[in-house]
């Protein structure tokens, strides 16, 4: 897509500190990163989210995702590993061109703790999710 900075990345027309490329995924780190060693995951073509993507792209990018964090574990020994990958706005997604962030979590690393914003919800409804939600 022409005018989105992560396929310049892609193409080498804005440079990017590279760890990982093959014919279908792309991965560098982030320039402003959470900390050592976060980096980005994402398919060398142009798809927006979760949604837009197709699954053996995704499937793809999980085993790249996986190699990275072991690296990263391997080198580093971080205290965890935090992978996400947002999905629109209102979820965190400011870039357009879907991309898995893996984030090494150390000792003084600060992260969000959403446990505070956790319900909990009655039997009911649960089982109503539970129905409109099973996969065929
Ligand atoms: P999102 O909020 O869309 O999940 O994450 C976008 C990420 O891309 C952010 O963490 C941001 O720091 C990173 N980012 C934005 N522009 C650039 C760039 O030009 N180069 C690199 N390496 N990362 C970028
Ligand atoms: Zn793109």
């Known amino acids: 897509m ?6 310049k990345i892609i193409k080498g027309q804005i440079p990017s500190y590279k760890i990982y490329e093959d014919d279908k995924v792309f991965a560098f780190l ?4 959470l900390s050592e060693g976060h980096t980005l995951v994402l398919p060398k073509e142009h798809y927006v989210n979760v949604l837009d993507v197709p699954e053996d792209v995704y499937a793809h990018m999980g085993r790249v995702v996986k190699r990275i964090a072991e690296k990263i574990q ?10 996400n990958q947002n999905n629109g706005r209102r979820a965190g997604q400011e870039i ?6 893996i984030k090494p979590i150390y000792k003084d690393t600060e992260t969000f703790q959403e446990a505070s914003y956790r319900k ?16 065929d």
């Open 2 to 7: 022409e005018d989105c900075i992560f396929c």
């Open 30 to 33: 982030d320039i402003n990163p």
């Open 74 to 83: 391997q080198e580093y020994k971080p205290e965890g590993i935090l992978i």
């Open 96 to 101: 357009d061109h879907i991309h898995v962030h």
């Open 120 to 135: 909990k919800f009655e039997d009911e409804k649960m089982k109503r999710i539970q129905k409109e939600l099973t996969l």
